[in-house]
């Protein structure tokens, strides 16, 4: 983004903003406090849109895009997040020890850290299964977790001594 800083002798400042998308924006600082925002459509040389607002509300604006009543998860954050994250599906084998628990009955998350988030069954979805949901021969469930829980989840679906 490039900003450029203008002074207007009696009146304040003015900065001229042009976006890394090459949007432009000229916003006035009037030595009264208000402030004036001016947005400029491609290749105009005349304002499309201008909002005039106090010093107070100008402040408001400004903390709200510096994050103070909202931050978002930034790309990078969401990265590293999505790395550990495991997300998989898995069909529930006809010899599946799960089947006819309820997910609360199979301690899933207890005994793999691991959480089921959907079943797929009959092509119906079931999303956000509840605790007092069965496991059926034929489901599809959708497990989320990390590599190491997603896998004992794969062990205890299959049983034991079973490979898959």
Do not use: C
């Not at 003015?14 to 491609?42: C, P, Q, W």
């Not at 628990?101 to 956000?128: D, F, H, M, W």
């Amino acid at each position: 983004m490039d900003v450029r800083e203008h002074d207007l002798p009696g009146v304040g400042k003015k900065f001229a903003v042009t976006t890394n998308d090459g949007d432009r924006l000229t916003i006035i600082i009037h030595n009264s406090g208000h402030r004036e925002i001016y947005f400029f459509e491609r290749g105009e040389d005349y304002p499309a849109y201008a909002v005039r607002m106090e010093d107070s509300e100008a402040r408001k604006l400004g903390a709200i895009l510096g994050g103070a009543f909202f931050q978002p998860v930034m790309a990078e954050s969401m990265d590293v997040v999505f790395s550990q994250l495991s997300v998989e599906w898995m069909k529930t084998g006809s010899s599946s020890p799960l089947i006819g628990k309820s997910l609360l009955e199979a301690r899933v998350r207890e005994r793999t850290g691991a959480s089921v988030i959907a079943i797929l069954r009959n092509g119906q979805a079931i999303p956000n299964p509840q605790p007092e949901d069965r496991i059926a021969p034929d489901d599809t469930l959708m497990v989320v977790g990390d590599r190491e829980q997603v896998g004992r989840f794969g062990d205890l679906l299959r049983g034991p001594g079973r490979d898959g």
